[in-house]
């Protein structure tokens, strides 16, 4: 059974700063890897989604990586902003995907 | 629509009452799935629908979660005889493709809160 795990569970940074959020998997048979961003009270949207055949991909300031490998994928955000203070979730799967907890991150101004 | 929407946003019940969450799916999209999240947690598979048909429900965690989607675009997921450990937010999603079609994105509805006292 697949396992997601996200590390941290909660991160604060300043306004400004590039950052790392990390997601692993148990099961490297994955069909791709998907990050999402949700808001308080809301549901979750999509950020970016990574086929199991790349290594990559970007969005704006958002970067995905996937090292199918080792179980890991991060979710690099360069250049944070206030608005970026969210719960940060990845998931692995095909169509049934499993979720890790979120990292909950906070941008100070 | 331009996204899912999903309805009632908040539901309040009594235990032992059952409740029915409805979603409507982006238009046009094949594959639709129910998720429950839990306080503190990531959301967790329940079942899913490509067009009419209930392909996996292996996430409901009894027979009293019972999900439709009867004409290939609404879905409804009832619960009956609601217990406390029902609480939660319950996700909506869809996909313009049928699973192993290809890569595309779930696009998620608000979700419903629901609280049974």
């Known amino acids: 059974k697949q396992e997601v795990t996200q590390i941290p569970a909660a991160l604060s940074v300043p306004e400004g700063e590039n950052l790392v959020l990390n997601c692993s998997f148990t099961?490297?048979?994955?069909?791709?890897l998907q990050w999402f961003r949700q808001d308080p009270g809301k549901g979750l949207t999509s950020l970016l989604l990574?086929?199991?055949?790349?290594r990559e991909q970007t969005s704006g300031r958002l970067n995905a990586s996937l090292d199918k490998s080792s179980g890991r994928s991060t979710l690099y955000i360069a250049a944070s902003q206030p608005g970026d203070s969210a719960t940060y979730l990845c998931?692995?799967?095909?169509?049934?995907?499993?979720f890790g907890k979120g990292t909950k991150l906070s941008v100070i101004p | 629509g331009a996204g899912v929407s999903q309805s009632p946003r908040y539901k309040v019940a009594k235990r032992g009452q059952d409740v029915a969450l409805r979603c409507d799916p982006i238009?046009?999209?094949?594959?639709l799935f129910w998720y429950q999240q839990a306080l503190g947690q990531g959301p967790e598979f329940l079942t899913y629908?490509?067009?009419?048909?209930?392909?996996?429900k292996s996430g409901l965690p009894s027979d009293r979660f019972f999900a439709e989607r009867p004409e290939g675009s609404v879905s409804t997921l009832k619960i009956q005889r609601t217990q406390q450990e029902d609480s939660a937010v319950y996700l909506c999603?869809?996909?313009?493709?049928?699973?192993?079609?290809?890569?595309?994105?779930?696009?998620f509805g608000d979700g419903t809160r629901l609280s049974i006292l």
């Open positions: 999603a869809s996909s313009s493709l049928p699973r192993g079609a290809g890569n595309q994105p779930q696009h």
């Open positions: 099961d490297s048979a994955i069909y791709n």
């Open positions: 990574i086929q199991s055949s790349q």
């Open positions: 998931a692995a799967g095909s169509y049934q995907l499993t």
């Open positions: 238009s046009g999209h094949v594959s």
């Open positions: 629908f490509q067009n009419e048909a209930q392909l996996d």
